[in-house]
């Protein structure tokens, strides 16, 4: 089974709130809020996009990339780890 379709209610939460994100923005313009608001919520909807990125990636390294009943201790695993840590760090 797919990563997505295992984490599906999880990663479409994850979509409802970025969609409630993006109409706040939205809201936001139409009211003419003040510009370090409208940041602020700009900047929320990016992180969560980032989240959202950063989750899928790491499941397609442990599912697609890395074999996931491969040994935690392996060279693979331990790169896989690596490169998913520096991709958070990327995303934050």
């Known amino acids: 089974m ?3 379709v295992r984490d599906k209610n999880k990663l479409l939460n994850r979509i ?3 969609r409630g994100q993006v109409a706040s923005i939205e809201r936001a313009l ?5 510009c370090w608001e409208l940041l602020q919520t700009i900047a929320a909807c990016r ?5 959202l990125m ?10 697609h990339v890395v074999d996931p ?4 201790t392996s060279k693979q ?3 896989a780890q690596q490169l998913m840590d520096v991709v958070k760090t990327y995303l934050k």
């Open 54 to 63: 950063g989750e899928v990636i790491e499941g397609h390294i442990r599912y």
């Open 30 to 34: 139409e009211e003419e809020h003040e």
């Open 69 to 72: 009943d491969s040994k935690p």
């Open 77 to 79: 695993a331990i790169a």
């Open 16 to 18: 409802r709130r970025i």
């Open 47 to 51: 992180g969560a996009i980032n989240g």
């Open 2 to 4: 797919a990563h997505t």
